[in-house]
């Protein structure tokens, strides 16, 4: 009635009119919810209009029988929400440009493309300082600077401490596909087959009275073996024909080398795993200055969950903290950039909470040594569902982890290539920055080995490139320099 008389009176010439004055209600006096509804219901403005008042009216009754007994008031009808103008800021009207590199972190080096320096002995911050000063090896070489002039000043050359290695991968990652190395296990157990590879070899002398069995530790071999991992390395960058390869670190972090009773040696096997990398990157781009070749540190998932239970009888349980992985991934980052790394990958990630985790540690080292290194991302869908094992489709996933700023971000393990064309097609349509796979040889047979040849890989992988979802290409199990 309200509604309808201010309407009449003040619109439609109405002087006259009879009302009951106690029933009424001041038009000034309405919630705005009622007005909008008596709008609709008088000026017929919705087909819903009479429903929608009829079941305000029966909210407004409850509520008079809810006071009567003394009783709460029920709840209010939601009602439709109101449709508004979107409201503007002064970003909206600038008009948007082609990105021309990945979304920059926000530390002042990332911002303004500053070169890392490889001169890592003046990082003296004390949490970086307490993790030297407890390794397990002393005063060795973190300095990788070079001399300016060297090589020359274009791209593709590349000196470390001159160049911005950021701007370098935008080039290289714009103007052709990056390639990446193969498996480190199944080079290793190549390796076995053809020569002794047994519980003598992998404790060398320095573990030669290590008090649990070690076989199968692959990461120690850098440091019992260098010659078999250095070896390796050289077949991927020499044969495979790799711009990047990844460290044999997989496992190193104090976590997984639990089982081994190796937590102590988690900074070494990190520093020794980068280093040999180095040393041969080094060796292999002396040969050829116009493709440099980078050391990509690797940094695994654990064997622990954060957000998994290890019990079906209590779902809360967990064997690990967030601040535990924290800590562990620190230690491994510190260890990658003292042995030379040029980027940090966190890889193989089935877990996104380990990954946060891992991405934080990396966040509080650049934070600490303010240094602009770049950060590689790789989830793991663990079967043909498209999801992490803790559930997440690839999309959700990268939703998880783009606050770190990733420059690339890609998938690896479990499938093999042709498997994993839809969820890399649905990933490539939403990342934000660069892109990689690195898939098995397919899926594993019977026996746990892996049927496809170089040429199915190579083939597999056919649709990636035709589309141009990718920058940069590897394999992971089952694949070695051939199939690269």
């Not at 300095?143 to 060297?150: A, K, T």
């Amino acid at each position: 009635h309200s509604v309808f008389l201010h309407h009449a009176i003040t619109e439609s010439g109405m002087d006259v009119g009879i009302v009951n004055a106690k029933e009424m209600i001041g038009f000034d006096e309405l919630e705005p919810d009622m007005l909008t509804l008596c709008d609709n219901l008088v000026f017929n403005k919705t087909p819903d209009a009479t429903d929608d008042m009829l079941e305000r009216t029966a909210y407004e009754r409850a509520c008079i029988e809810a006071k009567k007994k003394g009783q709460p008031p029920p709840r209010k009808p939601r009602g439709k929400m109101p449709k508004r103008p979107k409201v503007q800021f002064a970003y909206d009207s600038i008009p948007p440009k082609p990105a021309a590199e990945p979304p920059l972190p926000s530390s002042e080096a990332a911002q303004n493309h500053v070169p890392n320096p490889y001169v890592n002995s003046k990082l003296t911050h004390e949490k970086i300082a307490a993790i030297r000063a407890k390794a397990t090896v002393k005063d060795v070489n973190v300095d990788y600077s070079q001399p300016s002039d060297i090589y020359p000043e274009s791209f593709p050359h590349f000196v470390r401490g001159r160049d911005s290695l950021r701007e370098y991968i935008t080039s290289l990652f714009t103007s052709q596909l990056a390639i990446y190395d193969g498996a480190m296990g199944t080079m290793i157990q190549n390796y076995s087959k053809r020569n002794k590879l047994e519980e003598e070899e992998y404790r060398g002398e320095k573990f030669k009275e290590w008090g649990c069995p070690v076989k199968g530790n692959n990461d120690m071999l850098s440091i019992t073996q260098p010659q078999i991992i250095q070896g390796i390395y050289r077949e991927y960058l020499e044969v495979g024909g790799s711009n990047m390869i990844g460290t044999n670190t997989f496992s190193s972090t104090t976590i997984a080398m639990a089982d081994y009773e190796m937590e102590d040696y988690a900074y070494e096997l990190n520093y020794e795993g980068a280093r040999l990398a180095r040393e041969v990157c080094d060796e292999v781009t002396g040969k050829d200055p116009t493709k440099p070749r980078f050391v990509v540190g690797a940094i695994g998932p654990t064997n622990r969950t954060g957000s998994i239970s290890p019990s079906v009888e209590d779902p809360s349980a967990r064997n690990v903290t967030f601040d535990e992985l924290v800590e562990t991934y620190f230690e491994q980052v510190v260890g990658l950039v003292d042995g030379g790394s040029d980027i940090l990958m966190v890889e193989t990630i089935f877990d996104t909470l380990n990954a946060k985790a891992a991405l934080y540690a990396v966040g509080e080292y650049l934070e600490f040594s303010g240094l602009d290194i770049p950060v590689f991302v790789s989830g793991t869908l663990v079967d043909q569902s498209g999801r992490t094992l803790s559930g997440q489709t690839g999309e959700a996933f990268y939703a998880s982890i783009r606050h770190a700023k990733p420059m690339c971000v890609g998938l690896n393990c479990a499938l093999g290539a042709e498997h994993m064309v839809p969820f890399v097609e649905r990933l490539a349509n939403c990342v934000e920055c660069f892109m990689h796979v690195y898939s098995n040889a397919g899926l594993p047979n019977a026996m746990g080995g892996y049927d496809e040849t170089p040429d199915d890989m190579a083939q597999n992988y056919k649709t990636f490139f035709e589309n141009g979802w990718l920058n940069m290409v590897g394999g992971c199990c089952g694949s070695t320099p051939p199939h690269i």
